[in-house]
């Protein structure tokens, strides 16, 4: 046992690559983490199913996903790296935690909301709208005490605390009441094509997202082609000048100079030499990045012998909180013949 904090957070394996925003929102953030903290992080497989996927597609993209924890730094023996269906703890606590959600509630979430607003409620599956209350199970099972996600997932950590507190109250103290990490220095990282919507998987076109797995070239391309306005000049305005802003955050980030600085290094110069410069930056960083996940799949049996040793330390955290749930809330435990 460790006396320092615990953390916790799952990415999900929706994507073949993860791209720039998920790389500075949070894998830079877990790295940082991992130092003084007591770590875990995790594929969310189960929660990927909530769209429909290729079963082949969702395997290789678990593995993926957790090759990228590691080549960007997350260190398995520090923080176990697991795969959320390998321990199935997640799946049973969350039907005790369903339970003790209310319908309306749960009704409540806006991303369910926003999912839905398209196809409508009839399309969904109802594994999207109890998605939360697994999330929810993710996180109390570990006993985490800081979440870092998105600002998009804060209300999804407003219902795993209300949980958490209900649960505490009904029984007795059982869970950590965790808090959101929630980082805003890095500023949001938009499409590149539309710099007034945040850079992600469902972007328009494929041009607008860096993939950190993606052929150097390409991304290179894609810096080239970015959005930006008719006007010559280079400063920081969200507002008046997104595309210009979003490359300033880019290359701010990964060259780790402030916004101003770099500001004034631009005076007299062009957008396209903004541009190179942020397509530079990048690579610096993703390229090594890259060949570290490559190399990472490149063998197969280690990397599942990692998730294999992450599974069963996850699992030795996780079974302890179940097996006192279960008591708790009165299930008959199964005697040994
Ligand atoms: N819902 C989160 C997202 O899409 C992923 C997630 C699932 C998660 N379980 C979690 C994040 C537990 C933090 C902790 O970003």
Not at 103 to 112: L, S
Not at 246 to 266: K, M, Q, T, W, Y
Request: charged share 25%; hydrophobic share 40%; glycine share 8%.
């Amino acid at each position: 046992m460790s006396d320092k904090p615990r953390v916790l957070s799952l990415m999900q394996p929706t994507a073949d690559s993860l791209h720039l925003g998920n790389y500075l929102g949070a894998l830079r953030q877990w790295v940082a983490l991992q130092e003084d903290h007591e770590a875990f992080f995790g594929v969310c497989d189960l929660h990927a199913l909530t769209v429909e996927v290729t079963p082949a597609e969702l395997r290789q993209r678990t593995l993926r996903a957790a090759a990228q924890f590691m080549a960007a730094g997350v260190d398995p023996e520090a923080a176990p790296v697991f795969v959320q269906s390998h321990v199935p703890e997640h799946a049973e606590l969350m039907w005790v935690l369903s339970t003790m959600t209310g319908f309306g509630h749960a009704a409540r979430m806006t991303q369910f909301k926003d999912k839905t607003a398209k196809g409508g409620q009839d399309q969904a599956n109802v594994g999207l709208f109890t998605y939360p209350i697994l999330m929810a199970a993710d996180i109390l099972l570990y006993q985490a005490d800081k979440v870092p996600v998105g600002e998009d997932q804060r209300q999804h950590l407003e219902l795993t605390r209300d949980l958490a507190q209900r649960f505490n109250s009904r029984y007795s103290p059982t869970f950590v009441v965790p808090e959101p990490h929630i980082v805003k220095s890095v500023g949001r990282i938009m499409d590149l094509q539309d710099p007034t919507v945040k850079m992600s998987k469902s972007a328009s076109s494929p041009n607008g997202i860096i993939e950190l797995l993606e052929e150097p070239a390409v991304n290179a391309k894609k810096f080239r082609s970015a959005v930006t306005d008719s006007g010559r000049e280079i400063s920081y305005d969200e507002e008046a000048k997104p595309g210009v802003a979003n490359l300033l955050s880019i290359l701010s980030a990964f060259s780790g100079r402030p916004i101003d600085v770099l500001v004034g290094e631009f005076e007299g110069k062009g957008y396209g030499d903004l541009k190179g410069a942020a397509a530079d930056a990048v690579a610096t960083v993703i390229s090594p990045f890259r060949e570290r996940t490559l190399a990472l799949m490149g063998e197969r049996s280690e990397l599942e012998q990692i998730l294999a040793r992450g599974a069963d330390r996850a699992r030795g955290v996780a079974s302890r909180t179940l097996a006192k749930v279960y008591k708790k809330v009165g299930l008959l435990p199964p005697v040994r013949r």
